[in-house]
């Protein structure tokens, strides 16, 4: 649900292995998909990969699993479209950005569903209508469940690897440091993080960042993993290459989810009493170029 680059890479593997998918997409890429198959282009790989795709929630009628990989600003929309025709039992997996989408999530699905935390470490962009480009990674981590263990065998089987974690909280919010410190300064420089990381001035940019992050997620009662630090200095190695989602969608003229990446750590500042300038700067510059961004897209 919500077939961009990532429900884009991670459906092309699993239909790669045998499994029947549907990629519910916007309606250029499922009409190119529908037409063509999906492309997937990776550093060993340019292939066409056979998929069904369609424009409606009503797709998932009779899925067992869902990758649910919405923006963070359209979870409760896509939640709300998914509830009708989910059959009783389907779980449903969040793979996006922010830490409190599954919350979201559960509160209208209700209990018939299961719906469990995903953290996502992959770098993927769309190129175009149906072809998703992968850049690096490509790791899952889902939150302990029921029926996580055989969701997370299934799909090392695809090629995806897996793991479960008892504490996706924390896992979570490591990756909102991660984008906190790369997302917004990638959007505002419109370059990708082995550039921004090599300019003068940005490592103590970065380093502040962190501290503020850092700052609220402890006063929140979150254990951030203890490598935090070089996971935040190893993104620029990792994946040198690549333009933030946040970055992506200012190109595009789209609206981002900065209000859920560092407009989240501000507001859990103010309800903490925790001061947060550099996430609140970053947050309001970004939403000033969207603006400026979806005013020349309209005149």
């Known amino acids: 649900m919500g077939a961009g680059a990532v429900g884009c890479y991670f459906g092309a593997l699993l239909a790669r292995a045998g499994h029947p998918v549907r990629l519910i997409a916007r309606a250029q890429h499922a009409e190119a998909i529908n037409q063509h198959g999906l492309r997937l282009q990776t550093a060993r790989e340019d292939s066409q990969i056979a998929l069904c795709a369609s424009t409606e929630a009503a797709a998932v009628a009779d899925a067992d699993l869902v990758l649910f990989c919405v923006k963070s600003t359209d979870t409760e929309a896509a939640a709300r479209q998914l509830q009708p025709h989910l059959k009783p039992g389907a779980v449903v997996l969040t793979l996006q950005n922010g830490?409190?989408?599954?919350?979201?999530?559960?509160?209208?699905?209700?209990?018939d569903h299961p719906v469990l935390a995903t953290v996502v470490y992959v770098a993927a962009a769309m190129a175009g209508p149906?072809?998703?480009?992968?850049?690096?990674?490509?790791?899952?981590?889902?939150?302990?469940?029921e029926p996580s263990a055989e969701i997370a065998r299934q799909f090392g089987a695809a090629g995806i690897p897996t793991a479960i974690s008892g504490d996706v909280r924390g896992a979570l919010w490591g990756k909102l440091v991660i984008n906190c410190v790369y997302n917004a300064l990638s959007a505002l420089s419109q370059q990708p993080y082995g550039w921004l990381a090599a300019q003068p001035g940005v490592d103590?940019?970065?380093?502040?960042l962190l501290a503020e992050c850092e700052a609220v997620a402890r006063a929140d009662g979150v254990t951030l993993p203890a490598q935090l630090p070089a996971m935040v200095r190893g993104i620029a190695e990792s994946m040198p290459d690549q333009l933030s989602s946040t970055a992506q969608d200012l190109a595009r003229g789209k609206p981002s989810e900065i209000d859920h990446l560092n407009g989240y750590v501000v507001r859990r500042g103010q309800a903490l009493g925790i001061a947060t300038p550099v996430n609140r700067v970053l947050q309001v510059l970004?939403?000033?170029?969207q603006r400026r961004a979806a005013g020349l897209s309209a005149s």
């Open 286 to 289: 970004v939403q000033l170029a």
């Open 130 to 145: 149906g072809h998703v480009r992968h850049f690096g990674r490509g790791e899952l981590l889902i939150a302990d469940g």
């Open 204 to 208: 103590a940019v970065m380093a502040d």
């Open 99 to 111: 830490v409190d989408n599954a919350e979201r999530v559960q509160a209208i699905l209700g209990p």
